[in-house]
């Protein structure tokens, strides 16, 4: 993978960019900002002609096509407001997508994470209506969003992800690169999991990454503002879409169990949706992402946890 991995050095992405926009757009940019960054990429905040646009710079070459054609899929399908693509570019140094901005904080901030747990509350209640107007779209294949071709979701996890990142990171653990130990824990609850599994009785369209840093709402009023950044956005079983919701510190805002109280999930649902979670945050070593062991460690204990509760 690393021949497909991107420059996204600050210095050299500030003085490459405003000749990017200006060749796709004609436009001249006035200010321009790095604004942050996440697993998969960087990005930075552009006035044109007054108006804020933000661009999304890629680890890995060709990731932007596949978040735009994901954002369209999805802004059409949620009355929260999502970014809308302008323009994708690629060359040999720079893989950039260009999205309208979308006004608000992510609610990783501490502003939020400190408000009331009736406002939390409240808060909650409209990023789950937003998922569930997802979740109604349905189809009857499971997997990407071009070509949902797989009959059953476990078919299409255990082929397209699960089964090969495990072999990778049997690899890596073999070289020291990944803790033994956390590897055994990954294949006793893999083996779990395929001992209770139920099939969803449908597939739904899932946006695959929305965790609290792609939530956005207004720091004022602490209304929801927007979705951003899709991951894996797909036809799928609809726990796959809820891991993210306790990812970080999800659960201070009560996401997941929100969404339970207004969706009823399976008896196992739980010990799926931890297992999704670890399974993903490991992956992240295989796929030009960033690994946290904070957040790999607090999936790994949670999935330990859900084990002992079936155990028992």
Known sequence: MSENLMNLNNRFLKSKLPGIINSQTGETVETLKFIG??????????????????????????????????????????????????????????????????????????????????????????VVAGMLEWHAVTNEKFGALSDPSYDTWHAYYTATMRDPWLQGLSALAETGHFSKRAL??????????????????????????????????????????????????CFADRAYDLFQLRNMWGDAFGLYETYKAKQPLSASADFKVAYYAAMNEASMRLKGGLAVPLWEMLDFNRLAREMERLAK
């Open 184 to 233: 055994e824990l990954l294949l006793n609850a893999t083996d779990l999991f395929d001992r209770i599994y139920t099939e969803p009785d449908r597939a739904v369209l899932i946006h695959g990454d929305l965790n609290i840093m792609n939530i956005m709402a207004d720091p004022n009023s602490f209304a929801l503002t927007g979705f951003i950044d899709p991951c894996g956005a």
């Open 37 to 126: 960054g996440g697993s998969y990429g960087k990005v930075f905040r552009a006035e044109i002609h007054g108006e804020p646009t933000a661009l999304k710079a890629y680890r890995v070459k060709g990731a932007q096509n596949a978040e735009a054609a994901q954002l369209k899929m999805l802004r059409a399908n949620t009355s929260v407001p999502m970014p809308e693509v302008l323009f994708t570019y690629e060359d040999d140094e720079v893989s950039l997508l260009a999205m309208r901005f979308i006004a608000g904080k992510n609610v990783l901030n501490p502003a939020f994470l400190l408000k009331s747990r009736e406002r939390k509350a409240a808060f909650a209640a409209q």
